[in-house]
Every structure is written in C-alpha cells, then in structure tokens.
C-alpha cells in the first residue's frame, strides 16, 4: 500500500463523512414537515424528560417542523465548511447536542424488545431506530473538531 493512495482514501472518506452527515441532518430535516414523521417522532419526544414539555405549547405538527428549520440549518451550517470553518464548526456543535439529544430517547422511550428479555436487546423502535445516531454523533463530533482548528486543507479534489 502506497501513502498517496491512503491520502486520496483519507480525502475521500473526510468530503463523504461531512456531507454524507449533511445529507442525512437536511433529508431527515426536510421530513419533519410532514405529516408522516410528525407522527412518528411524537412518542420519542413525549417519553422524553427534555422535550416532551414543548407538546405544552405547540401541537405535533409544529414542534416537528421547529425541529426541522433547526436540523436544515444545522445541514447548511456543516455544508459551509468551503467557505467558513467557524460556521461548520457552530453547525457541528449543535448537530453533536442534537444527537446526543436523539440517543437519550433509548433511555426514555418505552421499546426494549420483550420477546427477548427486554435490555439489553434492541426494539426496532426505538432501539435499531435510534443507534446509527452513535456513528452520526461521532462525525458531527469529527466535523467539529475538523472544522474548529481551522483544517490543515479542505479536500476540493480527488
């Protein structure tokens, strides 16, 4: 194995680590204007301790939208790294808040898989759901520390 094909993997992996998480923040953001994961997300967010307090004042649907202006701006803050690494930076910060809010929802969400004993096995809700946030909050913590120090280079070309 060669150096220059380690960098070239390195480079590679860096552009698809940043905006694959930009990708996932913004899609999934983009979905909470709907209807569909409005709904889906409402027993996540009134089991939980954190949030389940802002069903108080706003109805399923726009506590799910609020949400997704917040993850949208999250994507479009990570995805200027190009041109501001103090922007990527602010938006990985929040996406590493924003998913460590996601993981505590495995804590406080009813769901362990009965059939199997319950804890430590898996439910598809909320368990296999939630737990590719652990991957996601280790890139936007990536992201984060990457953008933060400024980045030797921004890899632009392969």
């Not at 698809?16 to 930009?22: A, D, E, K, Q, W």
């Not at 979905?31 to 009134?46: D, H, R, S, W």
């Not at 802002?54 to 506590?63: D, H």
């Not at 996406?95 to 495995?106: D, G, W, Y």
Request: aromatic share 10%; net charge neutral; proline share 4%.
């Amino acid at each position: 194995m060669n150096r220059e094909g380690g960098s070239t993997a390195q480079a590679v992996g860096e552009l698809l680590l940043r905006y694959g998480l930009v990708l996932v923040i913004g899609w999934i953001g983009l979905m909470k204007f709907t209807e569909y994961e409005a709904k889906g997300i409402q027993p996540l967010v009134a089991n939980s301790p954190l949030m389940s307090w802002m069903y108080g004042f706003l109805t399923v649907r726009q506590f799910s939208a609020a949400l997704g202006i917040v993850e949208v701006s999250i994507a479009i803050l990570i995805g200027l790294r190009h041109w501001s690494a103090r922007a990527s930076a602010v938006g990985s910060a929040a996406a590493v808040l924003m998913f460590l809010t996601t993981l505590s929802f495995l804590l406080s969400t009813p769901g362990w898989e009965p059939s199997l004993g319950g804890f430590p096995a898996l439910s598809a809700l909320p368990g296999q759901f939630l737990l590719k946030d652990v991957v996601l909050l280790g890139a936007a913590m990536w992201s984060c520390g990457e953008a933060w120090i400024g980045g030797a280079r921004v890899p632009t070309q392969l």
